[in-house]
């Protein structure tokens, strides 16, 4: 019986990619083609990697057409759901519905499509690259890219001086981006994570996150929390179009109720879907590439003890003098800590107020939160960072 094939649509190599999906792919018995526009990029990942304009549904069609047949198209990057549920439709595949794709990437159409489903109402308005600055935004207001990643270009604006500030700096940086302006969202901020089948979704569990200081929002903590307002986000998720695979979603619960911040149509990232898969004991990144494959969902498992991810953020300019290096734990342990450098000795760091500022990522998993806690706090004070 030859193996099933998965094709995988990727830009850059990611953690999740090397050192989840791809030994998850192999555990299911999966030949892996990886097709990217990038492959020198990917010339360490011990599989077939073709040439491909993936952000072009036309080109991946094209040339898995050419190629040996699919059993699944899958993609975990940001940037490229959309092209790749539309290869996978064409081929008559288990896919994600594109236009959910469409909607959770683009912020501006999240919110018209949770507003017209009556699921919640933020103000907000789309900046096309010549749009004026609307005159009428409740401060303080949140500016961002239309379609970004990672925290970056996000600020908080407190007046129309610093919206106009905000918007020039953006778009010099960021030349013919849409962007969006909407209301500040007070109050804690918690993720969601689900996994679906196309029938139903399974809440997986969530994270309590914790922000850097404002205007800016770097996500520096996240713990392990029972999501609060678990049937709004599946609302959310249900009017959006949500329904196979993984998604992380990030919402704030505000004195008005729970309102969202963005849906990543994706597995959450920065190593806390590791840290998922380590708390529910089970093989999450199998689970999601198995339903892509067209496997049922089986029941998630049930967190065992407390978990964190503490990102390491690099507070001011300089060059990595000292810095820990990749820690896994030897098992054994009550608590079991993991460290996984972001940067080496002799980086140059320039911090731009972003997720990219990361110097290195500390997850840790125990009985409970105090012993978590006691263990980040002795890892990183015996292994510091050193910025010179």
């Known amino acids: 019986m030859s193996a099933l094939r998965l094709y995988l649509t990727a830009l850059k190599p990611t953690d999740s990619v090397t050192d989840g999906f791809l030994p998850a792919a192999r555990a299911l018995g999966c030949e892996v083609t990886i097709l990217t526009d990038r492959p020198g990029h990917h010339r360490d990942a011990g599989t077939e990697v073709l040439h491909c304009d993936v952000r072009d549904p036309r080109a991946v069609i094209d040339t898995v057409a050419h190629h040996v047949p699919p059993d699944a198209i899958f993609s975990n990057s940001d940037h490229i759901q959309a092209e790749t549920a539309l290869a996978a439709a064409y081929f008559d595949l288990p896919a994600k519905d594109w236009r959910a794709c469409v909607d959770t990437k683009n912020k501006a159409l999240t919110r018209r499509r949770l507003a017209a489903a009556g699921v919640?109402?933020?103000?907000?308005r789309r900046l096309g690259p010549a749009d004026p600055l609307p005159g009428d935004p409740p401060f303080p207001a949140v500016v961002k890219p239309r379609e970004g990643v990672a925290s970056e270009d996000?600020?908080?604006?407190?007046?129309a001086d610093e919206l106009t500030e905000a918007v020039a700096g953006i778009r010099a940086r960021?030349?013919?981006?849409?962007l969006v302006v909407e209301e500040y969202l007070d109050g804690p901020l918690h993720t969601m994570e689900t996994l679906g089948d196309g029938e139903r979704i399974e809440v997986l569990g969530g994270f309590r996150t914790v922000l850097g200081p404002l205007p800016h929002f770097v996500e520096e903590r996240l713990d392990w929390e029972p999501p609060p307002g678990r049937d709004h986000v599946l609302r959310a998720l249900e009017a959006l179009g949500v329904g196979l695979g993984a998604c992380h979603t990030e919402y704030v619960m505000t004195r008005?109720?729970?309102r969202i911040v963005e849906v990543n149509y994706r597995v959450i990232g920065d190593h806390c879907e590791f840290l998922l898969a380590d708390l529910l004991g089970v093989p999450l990144f199998e689970l999601i590439?198995?339903?892509h494959l067209g496997s049922g969902l089986p029941a998630p498992g049930r967190a065992r003890g407390h978990g964190t991810a503490l990102s390491l953020v690099a507070g001011r300019p300089g060059t990595v003098a000292a810095a820990p290096g990749t820690v896994v734990p030897a098992g054994?342990?009550?608590?079991r800590v993991w460290h996984r450098p972001l940067r080496a000795v002799g980086d140059r760091i320039e911090p731009n107020h972003t997720n990219r500022d990361y110097l290195g990522i500390v997850r840790a998993i125990g009985p409970d939160r105090a012993s978590v806690d006691a263990a980040i706090a002795g890892f990183t004070t015996a292994n510091p960072w050193v910025i010179a």
């Open 332 to 335: 054994g342990e009550p608590v």
């Open 289 to 291: 590439l198995g339903v």
């Open 120 to 124: 919640e109402s933020v103000w907000s």
């Open 256 to 258: 008005r109720g729970p």
């Open 174 to 178: 960021r030349p013919g981006e849409a």
């Open 154 to 159: 996000v600020v908080l604006v407190r007046d």
